[in-house]
């Protein structure tokens, strides 16, 4: 158990909608990071935030954002869903050292 | 554009065997590098490396950095069926603290 906690665990939805995924970093990590999980792209970083703010942006979607919270827990929106973004998305904290703890994903399936 | 290339894609031994899995990089302003193992969900870590020459040791894995020559390997002896999972190597840069992800090594090991 990393004491990162992702929910919810799946989630299964149409086209066109829109979800949002939770994350909790583990105690007293600042840095909160989303990346994607494909079937063929592997782990791809989305964004980054630190205390707050956003710190830095990958290939993220328009159609997708993110914000933390002042308790540091973090929330992925993803809008206007399309198939091929069916994957699992992990968020990860970091502390004062470069290693990212992840928790468990959600696994999304767009039908 | 950074890359982390990891070699095989995939591994089959029998157990007992010792492995040794690879990982090569190209990034700018090279920072750290680490590995990870994921079973069926989220990537758990198992080392991060930042100078070069020094082996990190936890049990039966093992791993070295070789800054100069750009790669990382992962060494696993006396493997157990356990040990069967995704091996990740990721980079982290000076500027911007994501992981960048290679594709990873599928290693299965038969009883």
């Known amino acids: 158990d990393s004491g990162v906690t992702q929910t919810p665990k799946h989630l299964i939805t149409a086209t066109g909608q829109r979800v949002t995924l939770r994350c909790s970093p583990r105690s007293g990590d600042l840095s909160v990071y989303w990346y994607q999980q494909s079937l063929d792209q592997g782990l791809q970083f989305l964004i980054q935030?630190?205390?707050?703010?956003?710190?830095a942006k990958g290939n993220i979607l328009e159609r997708f954002s993110a914000q933390q919270f002042p308790d540091l827990h973090s929330e992925l929106n993803l809008s206007s869903l399309e198939l091929g973004d069916s994957a699992l998305y992990f968020c990860?904290?970091?502390?004062?050292?470069?290693?990212?703890?992840f928790g468990p994903g959600t696994r999304l399936t767009v039908l | 554009e950074d890359k982390v290339v990891q070699s095989p894609l995939s591994l089959v031994v029998h157990e007992g065997d010792t492995v040794t899995l690879n990982c090569s990089y190209e990034?700018?302003?090279?920072?750290?590098l680490l590995w990870y193992k994921q079973e069926k969900k989220a990537p758990t870590f198992l080392f991060m490396l930042t100078s070069s020459g020094i082996e990190k040791k936890s049990g039966r894995l093992s791993s070295i950095l070789d800054k100069k020559e750009l790669f990382s390997i992962l060494n696993i002896t006396a493997t157990q069926t356990g040990d069967s999972a995704v091996y990740l190597c990721?980079?982290?840069?000076?500027?911007?603290?994501?992981?960048?992800f290679g594709t990873g090594t599928r290693l299965t090991i038969i009883p």
């Open positions: 935030y630190y205390n707050g703010e956003e710190r």
């Open positions: 990860a904290s970091s502390g004062h050292t470069d290693t990212q703890y």
């Open positions: 990034v700018t302003n090279f920072r750290s």
């Open positions: 990721a980079v982290v840069t000076f500027g911007n603290e994501k992981l960048t």
